[in-house]
Structures are given as C-alpha cells and as structure tokens.
C-alpha cells in the first residue's frame, strides 16, 4: 500500500505562486510516474501534469504549460508542482496519483489540496 499526502494549496492572487507537495510513503515505495491532477467545482478531473520516475521527464497539459513546472526529490519520495502566474481558472482540488508500473494506471491517489485563485 502507498499513501499520498498533498500540500501546499491555498489562496492566492492572480499572477501569484503556490508551490504543492505530494510525499509518498508506504512499505516499499516503487514509482513508474506520479502525475498531478485537477478537479474544480461541477467539472471532470483533468490531468495537470506527469513525471517519470527514472528519468525525469515531465509533461504537461496545455493549459498549464509555462507557468507550471513538476519536479521530483528521489530521497525524500515527494514531488513538487510549482505553479506560477496562477490564474483563477486554475481554482480546483489538487490530487497527485503514483503509477507503479508501466503496465498499470495511476494505482494510488492523494487526498487533495485545495488551490483557490482570486482575480
């Protein structure tokens, strides 16, 4: 079993920053990519951004591309999304999810931060 604690959320200005974590811990933590997601108020959950474990790659929607940059810390098993020039279109709760194989989904998702933008 993993678990997924995101933080970090709050309000915050238009044009202003916010920087989220999502620390994973569990018996034995094994990551293939963890992705950041969003759920605003009536709407779908969308896919925000991904990273791969090994590697370091990232991608993005094209929503947030630019002003959103994803990270990760291998030791600590925490990723980061530092999202910039916010926008209050970008008000959500803001999940991460591990994916801990290639031939899997996303198999374990955090409880949520909530990210409020005000214009």
């Known amino acids: 079993q993993v678990q997924l604690v995101e933080s970090g959320g709050g309000l915050v200005q238009a044009g202003g920053s916010l920087r989220l974590s999502c620390a994973a811990s569990?018996?034995?933590?094994?990551?293939?990519?963890m992705g950041w997601f969003r759920q605003a108020p009536g709407k779908e959950r969308e896919f925000v951004a991904r990273?791969?474990?090994?590697?370091?790659?990232?991608y993005y929607a094209k929503s947030v591309k630019g002003r959103f940059t994803m990270s990760r810390d291998n030791a600590k098993n925490t990723v980061y999304l530092q999202m910039n020039s916010l926008k209050p279109e970008d008000t959500a709760v803001y999940y991460c999810?591990?994916?801990?194989?290639?031939?899997?989904?996303?198999?374990?998702w955090g409880q949520g931060t909530q990210v409020t933008v005000s214009s």
């Open positions: 990273i791969w474990w090994s590697a370091g790659n990232t």
């Open positions: 569990g018996r034995t933590f094994s990551s293939y990519a």
């Open positions: 999810a591990v994916q801990v194989s290639s031939s899997s989904s996303y198999d374990y």
